[in-house]
């Protein structure tokens, strides 16, 4: 799937999850296997970066998201479908921080 394939709709949501992220690396889940996320905002916010690698296995996610003023958020997988990258920022989930005793 092409960005141009790409629902406004499913450009949104994945614009929306990313921002529950924080920058720097964390640790999660997606469907139901662990994994290590970096994510990094450039100091004007016209680009996120992320890289996601699954603990202990062999699968990735890498991608650039462009935010231009006046133009649509703009996809820019690295070498994996859009869809890829969209199934996995709405399927991640961050692990809860752990709680001072």
Same mark, same amino acid.
């Given at each position: 799937?092409?960005?141009?394939?790409?629902? &406004? #709709?499913?450009?949104?949501?994945l614009e929306h999850a990313l921002a529950k992220? #924080?920058d720097g690396y964390s640790e999660g889940r997606?469907?139901?296997? $662990?994994?290590?996320?970096?994510? =990094?905002?450039?100091?004007? +916010? =016209?680009?996120?970066?992320?890289?996601?690698?699954?603990?202990? +296995?062999?699968?990735?996610v890498s991608f650039n998201l462009y935010v231009?003023? +006046?133009? #649509? $958020? !703009?996809? =820019? $997988?690295?070498?994996?479908?859009?869809? =890829?990258?969209?199934?996995?920022?709405?399927?991640?989930?961050? &692990?809860? $921080?752990?709680?001072? !005793?």
């Amino acid at each position: 799937m092409t960005n141009d394939a790409l629902l &406004a #709709s499913e450009l949104s949501d994945l614009e929306h999850a990313l921002a529950k992220l #924080s920058d720097g690396y964390s640790e999660g889940r997606f469907q139901d296997r $662990p994994w290590g996320v970096t994510v =990094k905002r450039s100091a004007d +916010g =016209k680009r996120v970066w992320l890289y996601g690698e699954e603990l202990g +296995g062999t699968d990735i996610v890498s991608f650039n998201l462009y935010v231009l003023s +006046g133009a #649509s $958020p !703009t996809l =820019k $997988p690295c070498e994996m479908s859009s869809s =890829k990258v969209v199934d996995f920022v709405l399927g991640f989930r961050p &692990a809860q $921080p752990r709680q001072p !005793t």
